[in-house]
């Protein structure tokens, strides 16, 4: 009797990382913004990235969502080349969801058609389904209630919130945050950060560029200091703020702390 011996099964490994950046070059012109990044987040971790301004921070996660083309290095995200000339944009964009600074909410939609807009017209969703998935959202970016309320008559950090809630309507597996709460009053600032941790606590990846040093220390698992497009040190926050070891970090953190 011929006995076949069962296929291999290579398990995946547990602690891959979701997001994989191996020294990643990008120059504008002359202008070398990232001079050879390489960092790893794993599933479920919130990293923070700080540094100073034009140091890169914004280029780097705009790479991460193939916003910016890099000029070599590799970008992987669940193992998905980000650079590969033939990558779909799309596939990748819902996996990866960013919000920026600008919100930009559709002004003349209530907050609930602004987070169900691109289910429906983008991945072409049944529309009670994505209804029911945003009012949901509402509710996880604590805004019950102001659903048929439209941007102008919601604050800076409600509108922020619901920017959010559209970027979670795609059920990305990573978010990239850069400087959300930058524009907004320290009230309203708070607000969304609480948002971005109970996101953090809920297992989200979490890539965050921030200035909230409070933020950083309290919710990320781990913090990086850019510095010329390059990363001078990055340490669990406990490590990184008590006890920097490079000068650069020191002298940054005097002067924001
Ligand atoms: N599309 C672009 N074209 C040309 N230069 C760019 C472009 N985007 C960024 N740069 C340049 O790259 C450098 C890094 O910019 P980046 O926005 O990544 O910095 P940052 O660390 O996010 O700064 P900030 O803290 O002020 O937001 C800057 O010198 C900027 O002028
Ligand atoms: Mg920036």
Redesign the pocket.
Known sequence: MNVIPPPTIIPPTPDAPIVSLRAVFKS?GA?N?LQGISLDVAKGETICII?P????????IRCINALVPIDSGSIQVQGIEVNDPHLDKLSLRRRVGIVFQQYNLFPHKTALENIMMAPITVLKQEKAEVEARARALMKKVRLAGKEDFYPGELSGGQQQRVAIARSLAMRPDVMLFD?VTAALDPETKKEVLVTIQDLAKDGMTCIV?THEMGFAREVSNHVYLTEHGLIVEHAPPAEFFSNPKDARTREFLSQVL
Not at 53 to 60: D, I, N, W
């Open positions: 504008f202008n913004v540094g301004s034009g140091s890169g921070k914004s280029t780097l400087e560029v």
